[in-house]
């Protein structure tokens, strides 16, 4: 952990701990193979099998992961089948419409699947989605027992999965790895249980805790920068207010890395973004949303919507629009992730109004910034919890997550 240079991974970092060290997986090396023949104690015997449930979970997990921004409004989910101890198949679910992960990895085992353990982070479908429910698949395929980390929070499936595996002769063990599985998929459980995403708060510092420096237009050395764009490849969406979009006019796309743009979000009560603006004249305008109020300006909204962005109208609230509406609206299409790279007026909204979940400070090593404090008017004084803190280049990294 906290190594220079490394990835932000707040909806997989729980996973690095393990899955960095798993010499077991690529080696060939059969976990817990050596406590089953040399120790015939049960209760040793008994650890040994859970310790291997968590080698395959991990790698389950790291599978999940690698289809990050790509799968909404569709969890992270990875499989992995074993039969004699290797893996015979393994998977994970690419994209929404596209077979999930369970079918493909015991595709990927056929005939090795029988008599097997099936290891997937999340509870398989019991409902018929754009595909089949997997529990039939896991059926169908002969698998002996199921390990899956947690239950599906979607109301169709929620538990019955399960149960339908097990109503069909399968043993069923649950709860391996949760925690990094509830951590790995916070995007997907905020927007099934909450109806809006999972929001990151991220803004940059100088060592006075000012957002802006006069004549700069970045305030984070390059190392930080790749991960800010690292994080836009990641998540679903990406959020800033009109402030910003007139201040320093970022494309908000992804450059630094090989990767895939992220939604781009604006809250703009009057329809102040100028049609000239990156967000607009970009790539691909229709993947830019702005929020604009109901009286906005009607020449202004109709030069914006000509220019192929699309607009959502939102309840004017303290400050500008309504943000929970705003993030409603998102969920409602399928967002499970934000990061909003907003100035300190949303900001500060966003903590006030309960919305923030995780805040991440990129604090650069500049004294003497201008403007308001980076996070305007939070009352109250609250402790972060969870917090990470990583050097990155000459730039500090501190992340925690919000009461
Ligand atoms: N260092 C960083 O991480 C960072 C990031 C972004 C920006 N900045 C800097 O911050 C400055 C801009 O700050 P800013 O705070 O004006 O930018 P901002 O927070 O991105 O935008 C503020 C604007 O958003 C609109 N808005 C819509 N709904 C809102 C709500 N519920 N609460 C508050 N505002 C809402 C408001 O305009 P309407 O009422 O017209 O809708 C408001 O003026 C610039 O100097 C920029 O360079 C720094
Ligand atoms: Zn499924």
Known sequence: ??????PVLEFGEALEIGVRGDPSIKAGWKPGSNAFE????????LAA???????YMRRALRLALRAAGRTSPNPLVGAVVVNDGSIVGEGYHHAAGEPHAEVNALQKAGDRARGGTLYTNLEPCAHQGRTPPCIDAVREAGVARVVVAMRDPDPRTDGKGIRGLRGAGIEVEEGVLREEAERLNAGFISRIKRGRPFVLLKLATTVDGRVAVPGRRYLSGKSALREVHRLRDRLDAVLVGIGTVLADDPALTVREIKGRDPLRVIVDADARTPPSAKVVRGRDPQRTVIFVARDADVRRTNKLREAGVLLVTAPRADGGLDLGAVMRWLGEHGVNTVMSEAGPHVAGALVRGGLADRVLLLVSPIAGGDGPPALEGVPKASDLTDVRVRRLGDDLALEGTLA
């Open 38 to 45: 040399s120790d015939r104690h049960e209760g040793r015997r």
């Open 1 to 6: 952990m906290n190594r220079v240079g490394e």
């Open 49 to 55: 099998v859970s310790e291997t449930d968590r080698v």
